[in-house]
Antibody, heavy 122, light 106 residues
């Protein structure tokens, strides 16, 4: 089956760290740009970070820049998000998603994982 | 930074046509896609631009994108279409989502 499975979420205190993983299967992971998107409880979708196929280009939302680090291991078909200096406002379900390139060169996202919940609370 | 604006909620009767708008500066120059999210589930891509639907998405979903507004249209709305819908565009290497619209079928 073509799927993405996130893991690594949990409860962490403010200022703490957590590393999320996203395991890909059923497709050639190394051929796709990947992203992380989060959704705070009862709120909308917020893009977090993107990484291209060979990790050549990496982008972050301003809200996480300097605190979060995205990476990937194509040999392990895995995507990661290292989250440091966590804040209460980082509490959310974190989704990984596969990017496709539109004819215009824009990105859109055709495959999403089920998400992993990160709760930042003292 | 680029912003996309959606109405918080839209209501429609079963069998009628639902329209959900998404507004942004010169949005017609961007490739706009729409995602459906049902409670407790992850987002699902339903449409890009006018009629680019992934496999398995019904033909009752269609779209338009002109000027500053993109619209997702559902013709013959069914109860199963009740969900949150998000528009999405890409701008200057950032991914932008609209705030989401809750579609109620009643």
């Amino acid at each position: 089956d073509v799927q993405l499975v996130e893991s690594g979420g949990g409860l962490v205190k403010p200022g703490g760290s957590l590393r999320l993983s996203c395991a890909a299967s059923g497709f050639t992971f190394s051929s796709y740009t990947m992203i992380w998107v989060r959704q705070a409880p009862g709120k909308g979708l917020e893009w977090v970070s993107s990484i291209t196929t060979r990790s050549s280009y990496i982008f972050y939302a301003d809200s996480v820049k300097g605190r979060f680090t995205i990476s990937r291991d194509n040999a392990k078909n895995s995507l990661y998000l290292q989250m440091n200096s966590l804040r209460t406002e980082d509490t959310a379900v974190y989704y990984c998603a596969r990017a496709r390139t539109a004819p215009t060169g824009d990105w859109y996202f055709d495959l999403w994982g089920r998400g992993t919940l990160v709760t930042v609370s003292s | 930074s680029y912003e996309l604006t959606q109405p918080p909620s839209v209501s429609v009767s079963p069998g009628q046509t639902a329209s959900i708008t998404c507004s942004g500066d010169t949005l017609e120059d961007k490739y706009v896609c729409w995602y459906q999210q049902k409670p407790g589930q992850s987002p699902v891509l339903v449409l890009c631009q006018e009629n680019k639907r992934p496999s398995g998405i019904p033909e009752r979903f269609s779209g338009s994108n002109s000027g500053n507004t993109a619209t997702l249209t559902i013709i013959g709305t069914q109860a199963m279409d009740e969900a949150d819908y998000y528009c999405q565009a890409w701008d200057s290497n950032t991914v932008v989502f609209g705030g989401g619209t809750k579609l109620t079928v009643l």
